[in-house]
């Protein structure tokens, strides 16, 4: 179960926007529109950010957008704000082998 | 209000047994799927597994595959993990988090497990 493949760090000046992107196969990220993304700060639990891909759950900014295309999906953070300073994960349903996380990134806000 | 709170975390000696426990409030338990999922110190998020709402369906990451079994307890609206034959590599924060499904929409605060010697 190899994890999903995302940069290590990105960084943005506030304001900014800035692309995190999540690859995977065509096991997992290709073949469903199942990926979801976590926000997660320092000794803290994640938090849901996105899921299905584009969907957005109650409560979180609409500054935060999520979109696929083949086996990459894409977390796009806009006006980029200090507390978006965070981990962030992606997440693929990945059939039998049921979820598989990516490598992580560290957003930086300048 | 919506929580899940774990418990069991602690220090074992390779080769051990412990038994995590996750305890719902706030929302029917019973019907919605759980799952385990697992940080390492300074490493990312790993699924470890999921158990359907009935307990008919449980699926393990092949890292864990034969060591841990998951089980729930809808009449006590609690999750649990049994983890035996434990190794260093399984040194974790151990989250348990909701199902949405498809997503993980609820986590627990997590507990540590250390194995070492």
């Known amino acids: 179960q190899s994890a999903l493949t995302q940069p290590a760090s990105v960084s943005g000046s506030p304001g900014q926007s800035i692309t995190i992107s999540c690859t995977g196969t065509s096991s997992d990220v290709g073949s469903y529109n199942l990926v979801s993304w976590y926000q997660q700060h320092p000794g803290k639990a994640p938090k849901l950010m996105i899921y299905?891909?584009?969907k957005r759950p109650s409560g979180v900014s609409n500054r935060f957008s999520g979109s696929k295309s083949g086996n990459t999906a894409s977390l796009t953070i806009s006006g980029l704000q200090a507390e978006d300073e965070a981990d962030y994960y992606c997440c693929s349903y990945a059939g039998s082998r049921r979820d598989v996380f990516g490598t992580g990134t560290k957003v930086t806000v300048l | 209000e919506v929580q899940l709170v774990e418990s069991g975390g602690g220090l074992v000696q390779p080769g051990g047994s412990l038994r995590l426990s996750c305890a719902a409030s706030?929302?029917?338990?019973?019907?919605?799927?759980m799952n385990w999922v697992r940080q390492a110190p300074g490493k990312g998020l790993e699924w470890v597994s999921y158990?359907?709402?009935?307990?008919?369906?449980?699926y393990y990451a092949d890292s864990v595959k034969g060591r841990f079994t998951i089980s729930r307890d809808n009449a006590k609206n609690s999750l649990y993990l049994q983890m035996n034959s434990l190794r260093d590599e399984d040194t974790a924060v151990y989250y348990c988090a909701r199902d949405m499904p498809n997503a993980f929409d609820i986590w627990g605060q997590g507990t540590m497990v250390t194995v070492s010697s």
């Open positions: 706030g929302f029917t338990f019973s019907s919605y799927s």
């Open positions: 299905e891909g584009s």
């Open positions: 158990i359907s709402s009935s307990s008919s369906t449980i």
